[in-house]
């Protein structure tokens, strides 16, 4: 098969917001357009399944979250970052259910409720909180009543909305976007806590892919914005652009990763 | 109004009526009942099919500890489009085995990793049912279901399914609304049917009931109703009306064949008294002219002669219009000069007989009373106490206005009417006296019950009283 039919597969996770099919539909046909080969969105329900499929050769490339990314460093590399409200980091914000709820207003406040994560593998739906854990308990297991996965942001929000969870951790553009799109439910959760900035969740690559086509991908998104199409699609998921991304932006997270692995050993 | 007061026309379609609503309501309320058992039943089969169709999954929740995909699960019934409050209103709570909940679709109500005990409906003391079968109870307000979830024989957890019993309200309401719409519609097109149905079956009898009305008010042979004739018991009861209406008119033409001829034959009874005074002057006034004959030229006085002549002829005349008018059927109004054509008829038969005649013709003016009725009453009264009475006794006679009527008053000085015979005067055949029809009194009584007036007679030996009254003003029948 010549390279130049060759399909190339991106793929997905609970990062961005938007997973319809319409506008999946709309990038793709860009980017076909662009890199002048077919391309294919592959989507999972767990970060990890996107991960194994990256590192085992099946995708060429995929838009993750910055812990994976750092968890296999050396057999990963950075394609392009997302420019948000100007910045290209973005923040883990413990949520919590608006309205009554006003006792809580620190993440110690959360002791015996009923926490949510998103993704074992998500910086700001998992690494962040317990990081957190560990400067307020010397029992993290044992913080929570119950605590649980909801596999995606999104679902993180509905779950605190609608009582299933006191708390939980979302990244903080998901959530900015989520009560953007469905105004209704914005009311329903409130930020309790901020996390420091971290580096946006990036597209990567595996280190062995094409050297050419990696750099081709690069260059088709960090043009994404010079595009009339491109800037379209670009505001539909509320980002400036796609920028060259910075390693070291991601040391944070590799330090946060670290200490949490190593309280586990 | 008392309901058994009113005509037929209404009771029998009424009562059809109250028959068919009676039914619908009845039916209705059955109905109803039925429907809300079975609302329940199947709110909980419903319920039942739903846990049946949740638990697989749900039992992969519970194993792999994933409280999201649990709530997704639980949920699912309620996502979508908002239906009623029903679907909304029930509560799936999934329960691991240390009876905590695990997730459930109503999560503040039902907190993660919390015991279920006291969060359930009704008092405590909520105790897992034992074996591996769904067991239905009811709390409290609602209607609760428990399936255990088993895996590979252990039970891992629990399923609770909680119907609130007001969704059962609601969705029975939503039917018996509609019901009673289809009801009404139903109602609306029967009531009438059932109404006009009464009427009609009614119809014949009312007719009949109305042509049965008119026998005694109006003549019988104006009398023309359509009568039902079927085999059914209004359609003999009409058969039987028609033949009774036939013989009534028989009986009716009988009578005024007989009451004519009870008029000639008082025009009879008083022919040889009427000869009589015929003769007189007839006798006179031959006797008259036999003796102008005679009477030499110059001394002849033809006028005075002439004048005798017509006088006498007049007085003839006179005797002879008194019975002309008898024997003719007169409908005039009654002038005072019948009473006086009656009396000079009796007075001929009277005179005969040597009976003393007292007649009083009170009159002033026209009656409105048929002449030809009343001077048949007036003359068979008075020949009857003429010829009641013996030689040298009176007879009196009195014809005057009085309150409103005409009153005729016949007195005798005759020996009187046994009390036997003064019960059965009126009856036809029944005179007492030989030679006669027997149909005098019972004749003047017809007349003056046509005329709606009263006869009343007193008898004692020495003096016998006849007294008639006939209201003035009434419109009596206008033929004999």
Redesign the interface.
């Known amino acids: 098969m010549s390279a130049a039919a060759a399909v190339i597969r991106i793929g997905l996770t609970p990062v961005i917001l938007d997973d319809q099919t319409t506008f999946l539909n709309a990038w793709r046909r860009w980017l076909e357009g662009r890199l002048g080969q077919p391309v294919r969105f592959v989507q999972r329900a767990k970060y990890r399944d996107i991960t194994d499929l990256l590192l085992g050769g099946y995708l060429d490339a995929a838009w993750v979250c910055g812990y994976p990314y750092v968890q296999h460093r050396h057999r990963l590399r950075l394609l392009a970052v997302p420019e948000y409200k100007g910045v290209t980091t973005y923040h883990s914000y413990i949520i919590a259910r608006a309205g009554t709820d006003q006792r809580i207003t620190a993440f110690k406040d959360l002791r015996g409720g ?1 926490f ?1 994560f998103s993704d074992p593998d998500s910086n700001s739906g998992y690494l962040y909180p317990s990081y957190r854990l560990l400067s307020i308990t010397r029992d993290p297991d044992h913080f929570f ?2 605590s ?4 995606a942001h999104r ?1 993180t929000v509905d ?1 605190v909305a ?4 006191d708390a939980g951790a979302v990244d903080s553009y998901v959530w900015e976007s989520y009560r953007h799109l469905h105004p209704e439910h914005a009311g329903e959760t409130r930020v309790i806590e901020r996390s420091p900035p971290f580096g946006f969740p990036p597209l990567v690559t595996r280190a062995r892919l094409d050297a050419s086509l990696a750099s081709r991908l690069a260059r088709v998104l960090h043009t994404m914005e010079a595009d009339a199409d491109g800037r379209r699609l670009l505001s539909r998921l509320f980002l400036d652009r796609f920028v060259e991304p910075r390693d070291a932006d991601y040391d944070g997270i590799a330090e946060m990763a670290a200490q949490v692995e190593a309280r586990r050993r | 109004m008392r309901f058994g007061a009113r005509s037929y026309r209404t009771r029998i379609p009424l009562s059809l009526v109250a028959v068919a609503m009676g039914t619908a309501l009845a039916l209705s309320m059955v109905m109803a009942y039925e429907t809300y058992l079975n609302v329940q039943v199947d709110n909980l089969r419903e319920g039942r099919r739903l846990a049946h169709a949740m638990i697989p999954v749900l039992r992969q929740a519970l194993k792999h500890e994933d409280v999201w995909q649990a709530y997704e699960i639980l949920r699912g019934p309620a996502a979508g489009p908002q239906e009623g409050s029903a679907v909304d209103a029930r509560r799936f709570v999934l329960v691991d085995k240390k009876g905590l909940v695990f997730a459930s679709n109503h999560p503040l109500d039902y907190p993660v990793a919390r015991p279920v005990g006291p969060l359930l409906p009704g008092p405590n003391g909520f105790s897992w049912p034992p074996g591996e079968q769904p067991v239905t109870r009811r709390l409290d307000h609602w209607q609760m279901m428990v399936a255990p979830i088993l895996s590979e024989d252990e039970v891992i957890g629990h399923l609770l399914v909680l119907l609130p019993r007001a969704a059962y309200w609601d969705r029975f309401i939503e039917i018996v609304r509609g019901g009673a719409l289809v009801m009404l519609l139903v109602l609306a097109v029967v009531l009438p049917i059932g109404w006009i149905w009464g009427r009609r079956m009614v119809a014949p009898l009312a007719r009949l009931s109305q042509c049965m009305a008119r026998v005694g008010r109006d003549d019988l042979r104006e009398i023309q109703c359509s009568i039902a004739t079927g085999d059914d018991e209004i359609g003999t009861l009409g058969r039987r009306f028609r033949e009774m209406l036939q013989g009534l008119r028989q009986k009716e033409a009988l009578e005024r064949q007989m009451v004519s001829q009870e008029r000639l034959a008082a025009v009879g009874r008083v022919a040889a008294g009427v000869a009589h005074e015929i003769n007189n002057p007839v006798g006179g006034l031959l006797v008259a002219i036999d003796t102008y004959r005679h009477t030499p030229l110059e001394r002849r006085q033809s006028d005075k002669t002439l004048d005798f002549i017509e006088r006498g002829l007049r007085q003839v005349q006179e005797a002879m219009q008194a019975l002309l008018v008898e024997s003719r059927l007169e409908t005039r109004a009654l002038q005072p000069q019948d009473i006086d054509d009656v009396q000079r008829l009796i007075q001929a038969e009277s005179a005969t007989r040597e009976r003393r005649l007292h007649w009083h013709n009170r009159l002033s003016g026209p009656v409105a009373l048929p002449a030809g009725s009343v001077r048949q009453i007036l003359l068979n009264l008075a020949l009857n106490a003429v010829q009641a009475t013996g030689p040298g006794q009176r007879v009196e006679v009195v014809v005057e206005p009085r309150d409103a009527a005409l009153v005729v008053e016949v007195v005798d000085e005759g020996p009187g009417i046994p009390q036997h015979h003064l019960e059965r005067l009126f009856e036809p055949f029944n005179s007492g006296r030989a030679g006669g029809t027997g149909l005098g009194l019972w004749v003047t009584y017809q007349t003056v019950t046509q005329l709606r007036g009263e006869i009343e007679v007193t008898s004692e030996e020495g003096r016998t009283r006849f007294l008639v009254r006939l209201p003035l003003g009434e419109g009596g029948a206008s033929h004999v």
């Open positions: 009923v949510a009543r119950r649980f996965f909801t596999w679902n779950a609608s009582g299933l969870a």
